[in-house]
């Protein structure tokens, strides 16, 4: 698995970006690929599995990217006690992408599931 290669499927589905935004999104896959590859299990062959892990990368890459350029539209605005709603410009698609990369994840991950203090 490539930061090349996750950038390549970002960029395919966010579009047309500046170069500033390039620049950013090549470090969102960077850091996207350290977060798929430390949720891996230890007896995954990442070489086998690369294709469904450049996709999750590149899905948790772009929704990294949207959340950190989002700064909400305003919904409502009332001036008496003055107060001021905001909703997500990307209508839920970040935390779409996000759950799709958790999902095609989750048969090689250790997962977040646990049992804390629980006393049989």
């Known amino acids: 698995m490539d ?6 499927c970002a960029a395919g589905l966010l579009g047309e970006l500046t170069e500033v935004e390039q620049t950013a999104l ?4 960077a850091a996207a690929m350290a ?5 891996l299990r230890g007896d995954v062959d990442e070489a086998g599995a690369a294709s469904i892990l450049e996709q999750a990368c590149a899905m948790l890459a772009v929704g990294m990217f ?3 350029g989002e700064t909400g539209e305003i919904q409502s605005f009332t001036a008496g006690k003055l107060s001021v709603t905001t909703r997500s410009g990307s209508g839920g698609r970040t935390a779409r992408l996000k759950s799709c990369a958790e999902s095609l994840l989750a048969p090689y991950s250790t997962g977040d599931f646990a049992f804390l203090g629980v006393r049989g």
């Not at 977060?35 to 949720?39: E, G």
């Open 66 to 68: 949207l959340d950190a």
């Open 3 to 8: 930061v090349n290669e996750i950038f390549a």
């Open 35 to 39: 977060q798929c590859r430390a949720r």
């Open 26 to 29: 090549k470090q969102y896959c």
